[in-house]
Every structure is written in structure tokens, then in C-alpha cells.
């Protein structure tokens, strides 16, 4: 019998040949070595067969238990590879690429014995490592991820200009900061995931550290206590007011601990200090002075709604938080859109429709109101999936509404006669408006179609003919081009809308 591994001996004299031979001469070579690698592939089929076996009884090769083992540790690793939301500087991150750098160094440290079956499964393990650091990888260098990182700079650099007030135990900030803040929120529900877990999550953690920091600014600049009383009132007012003011610099520290501008402060360390406040609240006696329990009271409770902000990032890995396919705000949304979808299809493969406006106009109001009903909660990709199933519904009413005030005003011909020539183009405007936003409504394309290019340049050519319009000082007329350039302009911006390819 061969010894072990002849195969492997075999294969490589064979390759190693059969490369060096001249392209004339490798037929040659194949013939000559041919024989003695059938002859020890045959001998290693039957060692596999007899290590199957073996395996079978549960005695698999000290090598491939080995494997088994390392397989396993490499797939616990692969769901936190799968949920990294971070970036290659992030701590977890460097954590995850030890692990899995260590996973190779064990899987080459396995001997073969050249044995085949042990040098496929040795090969197995190492393709799946290397290919989850290489999602590892991915998942820190997406272009999406590195825009959403991006974004939170321009938010930390905002939050640094704006943070010493909050120091200070002011609250004065300026209108700058606040629309800055809000065009960022505006940016992130923007980015694009493609249904991806890790850049859902990130986006998700973003999102909450800077909506938490706009609710924080707007509890400190919009809060009404009741109170405070004058010092003198009672000894322990005095005490109270003391802490409202280091209640005031900690949502400071706790902004810069949130958007990560702080180097010299801890949640823990500021978890420490509101519960040293809260502490210092209860040890106070104010029995039989109601006004003065209650002022207490509203204290205590903005302490605790700033704790509650340092829960975020466990809440941020919670999979429902940020999966928000399976969010209950969400899904009662694309039930009511898919409501609107029956009323639109029906409109549109109708050939006489006026028959079903009135009915239509009451479902889509109803729909409206359904949609107000939706609590977004503090999530800015809910409330923009809200807005903008609220445009879709409205702009299917102005639909309706423009075809109505069409075929009503083809049924008095002689007061159409008798208007004024400014009022009659306007109207001619508003009757090529209705046909293009039938399209509009029934565009399933993007912005790369020759349909998108075509329907953009006739909306822009229908507010070029109402600019045109002269309406030579009648009010009603300019009353009349001015809604019609509102109109035109909402078509354009849903066209805009449907092709921005947002995703929630």
C-alpha cells in the first residue's frame, strides 16, 4: 500500500510536470504519469472510504474534529459580522478582525496529513473566515456607511459651536443650529440601505443620537416649571434651584457624550451624577409645602428623562428598532397606501371615471385621516414614510379635483366664451396639467427613463406658458396663475418624489 498522502504526491509530480512540459510535449507527460496517479487516486478513494466509515461511528480524524470546532466558533462570529454597524477605526471592529485573523492562523495550524479529505474541509473553513472578514470589511468601507458617517461630523461640528451655553447652564440656541440639525436628520432618512442589516442599524443609531439631541435643546429652551421659588421662600428652594442649574450643565455633558465631542466625560461617570442629584432631592424635607414638593418633583422628572437618553445605544441594538419592516407604524402605513394603490388603479383603467369621484374623493379623505392617526413615535424615517403616503393620497384628490373643475366648465360653454383671454390660457394650461399628471400618477420608472426626461421637460414647458400669461392687473386671473404654478410644481415635486427611490 501507498503511504499516506500518495495522491497529494502524485497530483502535485503530475501538475508541476504537466506545467513545465512544452504545450507538444504535455500529452507525453500525461501518459507517463497517468497510470501511477489512477493507481494511488484508487488507493486514497479507498482511505476515504474507510476514514467515511470511521466518521460514520464516531470516529472522525482528530484533524477534521478540529475543523468541526473552529466551523463552530467562526459561525458564533458570524452574526456579530453581520450586525457590525461601526466603522475599521471602531473598537468592536478590531475585536472582530482578531477573532477572525485568529480563526485562519488555527485552521492553517491543522495538519493534513495530506490527506484530502481534511485538506478540502481545511480549505472550506478558511474560504468561509476569509470571506466574513471580507464582509467585516465591507460592512465599515460602504460607501453608504461612510456617508452616513459623513453626516454625523456635520452634526458634531454643529453641536461643538453651539455646546458652550449648555456648559454655561444657558439655553440659548441659535436658529442656525436647530434648521442645521434638522437638514441632517432630513440628509440620513435619505441615505440609501438597500435592505441591508448593518447600514440599517447604523443609520438607526444616527438618527437617534441626533433626534435626542434636538428633544434635548427643546425640553432646556421650551421648559415651563412652574417654579422656581424666591430663595426665601423656604430653605430647601434654595437647595432645588442649585440643582436645576447642574441639571442644566449636564445636558451639555450629556449632548457631548451623545454626538461624541466630550473626551473628559462618561455615561457612567454622568449616570453617577444625576443620581447623586436625584439623592440630594429626596433628602430634602419639604413636608406640608405642596408648591414647593411639586417644583421638586418637575426637577426629579428631568432628571430622569436625561438617564433615559443614556440607554440609547442598547436600545439601538435592539433588531426592532431599527428593522423597520416590521414596525407597526410602518406596516399600518403600506396597508393604507396599499388601500390608495386599489383607488388609483381603478381611477386610472376607468374610461368614464366621473362616476366614481365622489366616492373616490371620500375614500382618499378617509385614508388622510387614517394616516394622521399613525404615531411616528421619534422616528424621523417613520414620520417621512407618513409625509409622504399623505402627498400620494393628496395628490390623487387633486386629481379628482382638477378632472372635476374640467368637465364642469365644459358644461357651461357660454361662460367659457365670454372670459378673458388670460383666464382661458390659464385654463388650457390646467386641461394639459391633468393629462400629464395622469401619467405622473402612473409613472413606475426612474429617473434614468426616457419617459422621466420626457414628462419633467413637459411640466417644465406648461409653468414656461403660465409665466407667459399676462393677466393685465385682473386679480382673479393672477389668483388663478398662481394656483396653476403651485399645481404644476407639486407635479413635479411627486414625480421627483416617486423617482428618489427612499427607502425607510
Given at each position: 500500500e501507498?503511504?499516506?498522502?500518495?495522491?497529494?504526491?502524485?497530483r502535485?509530480?503530475?501538475l508541476?510536470?504537466?506545467r513545465?512540459?512544452?504545450?507538444r510535449?504535455?500529452?507525453?507527460?500525461?501518459?507517463?504519469?497517468?497510470?501511477?496517479?489512477?493507481?494511488?487516486?484508487?488507493?486514497q478513494?479507498?482511505?476515504?472510504?474507510?476514514?467515511?466509515?470511521?466518521?460514520?461511528?464516531?470516529?472522525?480524524h482528530?484533524?477534521?474534529?478540529?475543523?468541526?470546532e473552529?466551523?463552530?466558533?467562526?459561525?458564533?462570529?458570524e452574526?456579530?459580522?453581520?450586525?457590525?454597524s461601526?466603522?475599521?477605526?471602531?473598537?468592536?471592529?478590531?475585536?472582530?478582525?482578531?477573532?477572525?485573523?485568529k480563526?485562519?492562523?488555527?485552521?492553517?495550524?491543522?495538519?493534513?496529513?495530506?490527506?484530502?479529505?481534511?485538506?478540502?474541509?481545511?480549505?472550506?473553513?478558511?474560504?468561509?473566515t476569509?470571506?466574513?472578514?471580507?464582509?467585516?470589511?465591507?460592512?465599515?468601507?460602504?460607501?453608504?456607511?461612510?456617508?452616513?458617517?459623513?453626516?454625523?461630523?456635520?452634526?458634531?461640528?454643529?453641536?461643538?459651536?453651539?455646546?458652550?451655553?449648555?456648559?454655561?447652564?444657558?439655553?440659548c440656541?441659535s436658529?442656525?443650529?436647530?434648521?442645521?440639525?434638522?437638514?441632517?436628520?432630513?440628509?440620513?432618512?435619505?441615505?440609501?440601505?438597500g435592505?441591508?442589516?448593518?447600514?440599517?442599524?447604523?443609520?438607526?443609531?444616527?438618527?437617534?443620537?441626533?433626534?435626542?439631541?434636538?428633544?434635548?435643546?427643546?425640553?432646556?429652551?421650551?421648559?415651563?416649571?412652574?417654579?422656581?421659588?424666591s430663595?426665601?421662600?423656604?430653605?430647601s428652594?434654595?437647595?432645588?434651584?442649585?440643582?436645576?442649574?447642574d441639571?442644566?450643565?449636564?445636558?451639555?455633558?450629556?449632548?457631548a457624550?451623545?454626538?461624541?465631542?466630550?473626551?473628559?466625560?462618561?455615561?457612567?461617570?454622568?449616570?453617577?451624577?444625576?443620581?447623586?442629584?436625584?439623592?440630594?432631592?429626596?433628602?430634602?424635607?419639604?413636608?406640608?409645602?405642596?408648591?414647593?414638593?411639586?417644583y421638586?418633583k418637575?426637577v426629579v422628572?428631568?432628571?430622569n428623562?436625561?438617564?433615559?437618553?443614556?440607554?440609547?445605544?442598547?436600545?439601538?441594538?435592539?433588531?426592532?428598532?431599527?428593522?423597520?419592516?416590521?414596525?407597526?407604524?410602518i406596516?399600518?402605513?403600506?396597508?393604507?397606501?396599499?388601500?390608495?394603490?386599489?383607488?388609483?388603479?381603478l381611477?386610472?383603467?376607468?374610461?368614464?371615471?366621473?362616476?366614481?369621484?365622489?366616492?373616490?374623493?371620500?375614500?382618499?379623505?378617509?385614508?388622510?385621516?387614517?394616516?394622521?392617526?399613525?404615531?411616528?413615535?421619534?422616528?424621523?424615517?417613520?414620520?417621512?414614510?407618513?409625509?409622504?403616503?399623505?402627498?400620494?393620497?393628496?395628490?390623487?384628490?387633486?386629481?379628482?379635483?382638477?378632472?372635476?373643475?374640467?368637465?364642469?366648465?365644459?358644461?357651461?360653454?357660454?361662460?367659457?366664451?365670454?372670459?378673458?383671454q388670460s383666464?382661458?390660457?390659464?385654463?388650457?394650461?390646467?386641461?394639459?396639467l391633468?393629462?400629464?399628471?395622469?401619467?405622473v400618477?402612473?409613472?413606475?420608472?426612474?429617473?434614468?427613463?426616457?419617459?422621466?426626461?420626457?414628462?419633467?421637460?413637459?411640466?417644465?414647458?406648461?409653468?414656461?406658458?403660465?409665466?407667459?400669461?399676462?393677466?393685465?392687473g385682473?386679480?382673479?386671473?393672477?389668483?388663478?396663475?398662481?394656483?396653476?404654478?403651485?399645481?404644476?410644481?407639486?407635479i413635479?415635486?411627486?414625480?421627483?418624489?416617486?423617482?428618489?427611490?427612499?427607502?425607510?
Amino acid at each position: 500500500e501507498p503511504p499516506a498522502g500518495a495522491l497529494a504526491v502524485a497530483r502535485c509530480n503530475f501538475l508541476f510536470a504537466l506545467r513545465r512540459a512544452p504545450p507538444r510535449g504535455r500529452r507525453a507527460v500525461a501518459a507517463m504519469e497517468g497510470q501511477e496517479a489512477l493507481s494511488a487516486e484508487g488507493e486514497q478513494v479507498h482511505l476515504e472510504l474507510d476514514e467515511g466509515r470511521g466518521m460514520d461511528m464516531g470516529n472522525q480524524h482528530p484533524s477534521i474534529k478540529r475543523l468541526h470546532e473552529i466551523q463552530k466558533e467562526v459561525k458564533e462570529i458570524e452574526q456579530q459580522v453581520a450586525l457590525f454597524s461601526g466603522l475599521s477605526t471602531d473598537r468592536d471592529y478590531k475585536k472582530l478582525e482578531r477573532s477572525l485573523t485568529k480563526q485562519l492562523f488555527e485552521i492553517d495550524s491543522v495538519d493534513t496529513e495530506g490527506k484530502g479529505d481534511i485538506q478540502q474541509a481545511r480549505k472550506r473553513a478558511a474560504q468561509e473566515t476569509e470571506r466574513l472578514l471580507k464582509e467585516l470589511e465591507q460592512n465599515a468601507n460602504h460607501p453608504c456607511r461612510l456617508e452616513i458617517e459623513a453626516l454625523f461630523k456635520e452634526a458634531q461640528s454643529l453641536v461643538e459651536r453651539e455646546i458652550t451655553p449648555f456648559y454655561k447652564g444657558g439655553n440659548c440656541i441659535s436658529d442656525e443650529f436647530e434648521d442645521g440639525i434638522q437638514d441632517i436628520v432630513l440628509r440620513l432618512t435619505q441615505v440609501k440601505t438597500g435592505g441591508k442589516v448593518s447600514l440599517r442599524k447604523a443609520r438607526y443609531r444616527t438618527l437617534t443620537k441626533i433626534c435626542a439631541v434636538q428633544e434635548i435643546i427643546e425640553n432646556g429652551v421650551k421648559q415651563q416649571l412652574s417654579l422656581p421659588l424666591s430663595n426665601d421662600a423656604h430653605p430647601s428652594v434654595s437647595k432645588i434651584n442649585s440643582v436645576m442649574c447642574d441639571v442644566n450643565k449636564a445636558r451639555g455633558t450629556l449632548i457631548a457624550l451623545l454626538m461624541g465631542v466630550s473626551s473628559n466625560d462618561t455615561c457612567r461617570h454622568l449616570s453617577c451624577v444625576l443620581t447623586g442629584l436625584i439623592a440630594d432631592l429626596d433628602a430634602l424635607d419639604v413636608c406640608g409645602h405642596t408648591e414647593i414638593r411639586n417644583y421638586r418633583k418637575e426637577v426629579v422628572e428631568e432628571i430622569n428623562k436625561l438617564q433615559r437618553y443614556l440607554d440609547l445605544d442598547e436600545e439601538a441594538n435592539s433588531t426592532h428598532a431599527y428593522d423597520l419592516a416590521q414596525n407597526q407604524s410602518i406596516l399600518k402605513i403600506e396597508e393604507i397606501r396599499k388601500k390608495m394603490k386599489e383607488v388609483n388603479s381603478l381611477l386610472l383603467k376607468t374610461e368614464n371615471a366621473s362616476d366614481l369621484y365622489l366616492g373616490s374623493k371620500a375614500e382618499l379623505q378617509g385614508l388622510i385621516a387614517h394616516l394622521d392617526e399613525v404615531s411616528p413615535g421619534k422616528n424621523p424615517c417613520i414620520r417621512e414614510a407618513r409625509r409622504r403616503a399623505v402627498i400620494e393620497v393628496q395628490t390623487l384628490i387633486t386629481y379628482i379635483d382638477l378632472k372635476e373643475a374640467l368637465e364642469k366648465r365644459q358644461m357651461y360653454p357660454e361662460r367659457t366664451a365670454a372670459e378673458h383671454q388670460s383666464h382661458k390660457a390659464i385654463w388650457t394650461v390646467l386641461g394639459n396639467l391633468s393629462q400629464i399628471q395622469q401619467e405622473v400618477i402612473s409613472f413606475d420608472g426612474n429617473r434614468t427613463d426616457k419617459n422621466y426626461m420626457r414628462l419633467e421637460e413637459l411640466l417644465t414647458k406648461q409653468l414656461l406658458a403660465l409665466d407667459a400669461v399676462d393677466p393685465q392687473g385682473d386679480e382673479r386671473c393672477k389668483a388663478a396663475r398662481k394656483q396653476a404654478v403651485k399645481l404644476a410644481q407639486n407635479i413635479l415635486y411627486y414625480l421627483d418624489m416617486k423617482t428618489d427611490e427612499w427607502e425607510y
